[in-house]
């Protein structure tokens, strides 16, 4: 057998156009299936619905189980593309096309990584599990959601590792590597203003639904959040103000947003940092009124709330209340629940190990709690701790960061096989 290069891999996947709406994910399925089989290995295909599969294939036996799961779904790929966005093309040490670092450089990456293990007859004393899931730009149902609810033995596994950190970010002379041990959850809620309509021209019969609302509205936008720092959380800050050379002593509440405002960083990484330190509430549309000449005795606005692990719709509802009077009715429309998987797991501490092992002296890694959310929810929930990665070579080009979907998206071949010696050594300690 000949190993495959993973840009090989990346650019194949890349030309299968697997945007989601509609998926087609099973043509990814079947490509890997193809790979997989030539190796002398027989995985499964799972599809819930015509062309929606997912990928399952494990390698190994025992009785420790680790789980490398990455979607094969991508987004649309909209216009103004400097290059084909399905086109693959490898060119000057670069992957190119929709999926480059969203996440077809994770897929080729896990099943490189397995295919040289089994080349290379690296012993394995338990099961590494790869599960390639369709569905995930659109909520994960048809894809790890599915798996997770009505095929749960496939992919129930001691850890697992999934996207879901953020690139490296070179900080002082130190390149930071991000572990993500959780994601925020949703808590989108409508909020209603009733009032009493009349004639615009004699305002002060009626009772203005509008300007209630916009009295919420205004409110909320002045909101300050509890801060509230889980220990990763705690870990991470001290760390990035201990590399930037600010003394921390106590990291309080207080604290947080003196020294946030003090990080000599990006203002898009420490904002990203304040959202890991508390709720969010974004009051994002209003709808009220008909007319100019009509006071409107409705009005309507939905807020976007991403709440921390540890907070519920109750918490939601009893902070809302403390600034919106009861007059405003509180509707919770989307409700999804926070993860999180412990730090404190020597899996972790392996993860952190092999990164460093790769990166050299330079290299620091830190756990990380992520605003949006991935297969994890599902794997999390299925009481699988579930770790995510955004290992890139100290080199990659920062401009790439932003191609995430959006345009131009590609990948360092120097970074897809970091990636892939990261899992390799992974899997290799682990299933030792
Ligand atoms: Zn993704």
Same mark, same amino acid.
């Given at each position: 057998m000949l190993t495959i290069a993973p840009e090989k891999i990346l650019s194949d996947l890349i030309q299968i156009d697997s945007s989601n $709406?509609?998926?087609?994910?099973?043509?990814?399925?079947?490509?890997l299936k193809k790979l997989f089989d030539d190796a002398g290995i027989v995985g499964e295909i799972i599809e819930p619905e015509e062309g929606r599969g997912s990928y399952i294939v494990r390698l190994g036996q025992g009785s420790k189980k680790l789980l490398y799961i990455a979607h094969s779904d991508v987004v649309p790929v909209g216009d103004g593309w400097d290059f084909k966005p399905f086109s693959g093309e490898i060119k000057n040490g670069v992957v190119h096309g929709r999926g480059a670092l969203d996440c077809k450089d994770l897929i080729a990456a896990q099943v490189s990584a397995a295919l040289r293990l089994v080349e290379e007859k690296v012993p394995l004393n338990?099961? #590494?599990?790869?599960?390639?899931?369709?569905?995930?730009?659109?909520?994960?149902?048809?894809? @790890?959601?599915?798996? @997770?609810?009505?095929? $749960?033995?496939?992919i129930q596994a001691d850890f697992a590792v999934n996207e879901g950190a953020d690139q490296p970010i070179m900080i002082k002379n130190k390149l930071a590597y991000f572990l993500q041990v959780g994601e925020k959850g949703t808590a989108w809620c409508t909020l209603k203003a009733h009032g009493t309509a009349g004639h615009g021209s004699v305002p002060t019969l009626a009772d203005n639904a509008v300007v209630k609302m916009a009295r919420a509205v205004s409110r909320l936008h002045n909101y300050r959040a509890e801060v509230v720092v889980v220990p990763e959380v705690e870990k991470l800050l001290k760390s990035l103000a201990k590399l930037c050379?600010?003394?921390?002593?106590? #990291?309080?509440?207080? &604290?947080?947003? @003196?020294?946030?405002?003090?990080? $000599?960083?990006?203002?898009?990484?420490?904002?990203?940092?304040?959202?890991?330190?508390?709720?969010?509430?974004?009051?994002?549309?209003?709808r009220g009124g008909t007319k100019t000449n009509i006071v409107p005795d409705?009005?309507?606005?939905?807020?976007?709330?991403?709440?921390?692990?540890?907070?519920?719709? &109750?918490?939601?509802?009893?902070? #809302?209340?403390?600034?919106?009077?009861? &007059?405003? &009715?509180?509707?919770?429309?989307?409700?999804? @629940? =926070?993860?999180?998987?412990?730090?404190?797991?020597?899996?972790?501490?392996?993860?952190?190990?092999?990164?460093?092992?790769?990166?050299?002296?330079?290299?620091?890694?830190? =756990?990380?709690?992520?605003?949006?959310?991935?297969?994890?929810?599902?794997?999390?929930?299925?009481?699988? $701790?579930?770790?995510?990665i955004g290992h890139m070579a100290s080199g990659f080009d920062q401009q790439a960061r932003t191609t995430v979907h959006g345009k131009n998206e590609r990948i360092d071949i120097e970074s897809l096989s970091l990636k892939t010696d990261f899992l390799k050594e992974l899997a290799r300690r682990y299933l030792a």
């Open positions: $709406p509609p998926g087609n994910e099973t043509a990814v399925a079947v490509y338990g099961e #590494l599990i790869i599960a390639v899931t369709a569905d995930e730009e659109i909520g994960g149902r048809l894809g @790890a959601g599915f798996l @997770a609810e009505r095929r $749960p033995e496939l050379g600010i003394e921390v002593q106590a #990291l309080g509440p207080n &604290e947080v947003d @003196a020294l946030l405002d003090q990080l $000599p960083l990006e203002k898009a990484f420490v904002e990203s940092l304040r959202s890991m330190t508390r709720m969010t509430v974004s009051p994002n549309q209003i409705y009005c309507e606005a939905d807020i976007d709330i991403r709440i921390l692990p540890g907070q519920d719709c &109750e918490y939601v509802e009893k902070e #809302l209340r403390l600034i919106i009077n009861k &007059e405003i &009715e509180i509707e919770f429309n989307e409700y999804r @629940a =926070p993860t999180f998987s412990s730090s404190r797991e020597s899996f972790y501490r392996l993860m952190e190990e092999v990164t460093l092992g790769l990166a050299g002296d330079n290299a620091i890694c830190l =756990p990380v709690i992520s605003a949006g959310s991935t297969d994890s929810k599902f794997l999390r929930g299925a009481g699988i $701790p579930s770790y995510g």
